[in-house]
């Protein structure tokens, strides 16, 4: 089959953080011998759950970060184990694999993690400051930059990666011109993503199962923060109308039977699936120019480096 484009592996964009992880750890294992250690939370039987597990070892390891994942059969004693390894000074980072018990009772154990050691930057803090554009914990000094979550992240780096970023444009303007489409609107990657990207300067079309909302800084990027319209109820005809007016087309929809219509893409589109299932069909890729068929690998890569800048933070902090 003809393909015009090029597939790119998200192992391929992990690995060019990996220096980076590396210098910075060195440099920290001068004040901290052992280096950093990483607690992950396993309390559930999801297999995905417990690749990712997997592969955070696996990385974390490799580069010399020390992981210990805690299993526990009882999702009950989840909360006071996350509360001991809190106020347990040899842990630096917590995480959690979710879902523990698939409701909102899960975003309020997400909450019991403390914010210094929160690794997939999931802290009210952070997503306030997110979504408010604000990108520092210690305004007006900012010293201390604030935490991203780990998955919008990835995507970010992602498109940093493929060059969609325009380094050339002002920093917080770089995605000026660009527009998007992401399917997914939850609160842990398809909105804080949407919100990212249009903080940004792009136009983005946040779609979910009801309805389809633009996020934009508005006309020639005049708010300091994204704005966001409803444009209508979801329809296979307004989601096409989006995609034709879109460059980049970002999915996480968590069903293994959902594939994207390949047909709605423009020649040429870049096309990237967060989802643990294959959203995209083969086909994407007589279409797409750049097409990034998993995200997992770069969303560890940006768990360890959130990882590095929370102790860095608390190391200024004692400074000061
Ligand atoms: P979720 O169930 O909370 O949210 C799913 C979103 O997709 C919702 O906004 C829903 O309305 C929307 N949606 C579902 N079906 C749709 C359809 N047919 N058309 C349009 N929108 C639709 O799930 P989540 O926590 O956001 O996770 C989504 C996927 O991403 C999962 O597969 C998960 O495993 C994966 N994930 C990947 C990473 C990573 O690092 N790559 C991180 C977190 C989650």
Same mark, same amino acid.
């Given at each position: 089959k003809h393909q015009p484009g090029r597939t790119i592996l998200a192992s391929t964009i992990s690995k060019t953080y990996d220096q980076e992880i590396k210098e910075k750890l060195n440099t920290l294992k001068k004040v901290k011998p052992n280096g950093p250690l990483l607690v992950g939370f396993l309390a559930n039987n999801d297999p995905a759950a417990r690749m &990712?597990?997997?592969?955070?070892?696996?990385?974390?390891?490799?580069?010399?970060?020390?992981?210990?994942?805690?299993?526990?059969?009882?999702?009950?004693?989840?909360?006071?184990?996350?509360?001991?390894?809190?106020?347990?000074?040899?842990?630096?980072?917590?995480?959690?694999?979710?879902?523990?018990?698939?409701?909102?009772?899960?975003?309020?154990?997400?909450?019991v993690v403390k914010k210094e050691k929160d690794v997939e930057g999931l802290n009210h803090v952070y997503y306030q400051n997110l979504y408010h554009n604000v990108r520092f914990l210690?305004?007006?000094?900012?010293?201390?930059?604030?935490?991203?979550?780990?998955?919008?992240?990835?995507?970010?780096?992602?498109?940093?990666?493929?060059?969609?970023?325009?380094?050339l444009l002002p920093e917080g303007n770089r995605l000026f011109g660009k527009k998007c489409v992401v399917i997914n609107r939850s609160e842990i990657v398809g909105r804080p993503l949407a919100a990212l990207l249009a903080?940004?300067?792009?136009?983005? &079309?946040?779609v979910d199962i009801n309805n389809i909302q633009k996020f934009t800084r508005g006309e020639s990027l005049k708010f300091t923060k994204h704005h966001v319209e409803d444009l209508g109820d979801y329809s296979e005809d307004l989601l096409k109308k989006c995609c034709q007016d879109s460059d980049i087309i970002i999915t996480g929809v968590p069903s293994e039977n959902y594939k994207f219509p390949t047909e709605y893409l423009k020649d040429g589109s870049t096309c990237i699936n967060f989802s643990s299932f294959k959203n995209f069909d083969d086909s994407v890729k007589e279409k797409a120019s750049l097409y990034i068929p998993m995200t997992g690998k770069v969303t560890i890569a940006m768990l360890l480096r959130n990882m590095l800048r929370l102790v860095e933070n608390s190391l200024k902090l004692k400074e000061k």
């Amino acid at each position: 089959k003809h393909q015009p484009g090029r597939t790119i592996l998200a192992s391929t964009i992990s690995k060019t953080y990996d220096q980076e992880i590396k210098e910075k750890l060195n440099t920290l294992k001068k004040v901290k011998p052992n280096g950093p250690l990483l607690v992950g939370f396993l309390a559930n039987n999801d297999p995905a759950a417990r690749m &990712y597990a997997q592969w955070t070892q696996k990385t974390s390891e490799s580069l010399g970060i020390r992981y210990q994942l805690r299993e526990m059969e009882d999702p009950d004693f989840l909360e006071e184990s996350i509360i001991d390894a809190n106020e347990d000074d040899e842990i630096d980072g917590i995480m959690i694999y979710f879902p523990v018990f698939g409701n909102a009772q899960d975003q309020y154990l997400q909450q019991v993690v403390k914010k210094e050691k929160d690794v997939e930057g999931l802290n009210h803090v952070y997503y306030q400051n997110l979504y408010h554009n604000v990108r520092f914990l210690d305004p007006p000094d900012n010293q201390l930059k604030s935490i991203l979550p780990c998955t919008p992240l990835a995507i970010v780096k992602i498109l940093e990666f493929l060059k969609i970023y325009n380094p050339l444009l002002p920093e917080g303007n770089r995605l000026f011109g660009k527009k998007c489409v992401v399917i997914n609107r939850s609160e842990i990657v398809g909105r804080p993503l949407a919100a990212l990207l249009a903080n940004d300067g792009a136009i983005v &079309y946040s779609v979910d199962i009801n309805n389809i909302q633009k996020f934009t800084r508005g006309e020639s990027l005049k708010f300091t923060k994204h704005h966001v319209e409803d444009l209508g109820d979801y329809s296979e005809d307004l989601l096409k109308k989006c995609c034709q007016d879109s460059d980049i087309i970002i999915t996480g929809v968590p069903s293994e039977n959902y594939k994207f219509p390949t047909e709605y893409l423009k020649d040429g589109s870049t096309c990237i699936n967060f989802s643990s299932f294959k959203n995209f069909d083969d086909s994407v890729k007589e279409k797409a120019s750049l097409y990034i068929p998993m995200t997992g690998k770069v969303t560890i890569a940006m768990l360890l480096r959130n990882m590095l800048r929370l102790v860095e933070n608390s190391l200024k902090l004692k400074e000061k």
